[in-house]
């Protein structure tokens, strides 16, 4: 990646950061960490990482869609922060994304996605918490039914549920 085009994805994270009203400092967590950013993070808030609890991830701003997935039979409502708005708080830039599940699943996601998709990081199902045997907490997810080309197993084999952590390169 060239400095150039990592100063132009620093540069617009730092402006939606700026325009969505999140804070360029870091909390620490207080609860259990719940999803730990590694890689190329700019505001670490446990050595060098980003770490957040859940109610860290509450805090961003919401976002919700419902979509039909291939791992259920009706549409399901997710409900949670956009990727992005994840990766900003972090203070994250890159090419690409490491998404590791809790039974160590791995998958990567161009950085572009997060950019390009309303992808969140989704905290609820159908207005409930997400046990782990019910893939939660967290369930990485693209809103499929909002475009064509997200119904795809590309795109279905990028989310990543018991999503636990991602790597920023």
């Given at each position: 990646m060239s400095i150039r085009h990592c100063y132009l994805q620093a540069l617009a994270l730092s402006t939606l950061l700026l325009f969505s009203?999140?804070?360029?400092?870091?909390?620490?967590?207080?609860?259990?960490?719940?999803?730990?950013?590694?890689?190329?993070?700019?505001?670490p808030n446990m050595?060098?990482?980003?770490?957040?609890?859940?109610?860290?991830?509450?805090?961003?701003?919401?976002?919700s869609f419902t979509t039909q997935t291939p791992w259920y039979p009706e549409p399901v409502k997710f409900t949670g922060p956009l990727l992005r708005h994840v990766?900003?708080?972090?203070?994250?830039?890159?090419?690409?994304?490491?998404?590791?599940?809790?039974?160590d699943y791995r998958t990567e996601i161009p950085f572009s996605d997060?950019?390009?998709?309303?992808?969140?990081?989704?905290?609820?199902?159908?207005?409930?918490?997400?046990?782990?045997?019910?893939?939660?907490?967290?369930?990485l997810v693209y809103p499929f039914d909002s475009q064509a080309e997200l119904q795809a197993a590309t795109f279905y084999n990028r989310s990543a549920w018991q999503l636990r952590a991602l790597q920023i390169k």
């Open positions: 009203g999140l804070s360029l400092a870091l909390e620490k967590p207080i609860g259990p960490a719940v999803l730990r950013i590694s890689g190329l993070v700019t505001q050595l060098q990482q980003a770490v957040f609890d859940m109610q860290m991830l509450q805090a961003l701003p919401q976002h990766l900003a708080a972090a203070g994250s830039a890159g090419e690409n994304i490491t998404a590791i599940a809790l039974n997060a950019l390009k998709y309303e992808l969140i990081v989704a905290i609820l199902m159908n207005g409930q918490p997400m046990p782990v045997r019910e893939k939660g907490p967290l369930f």
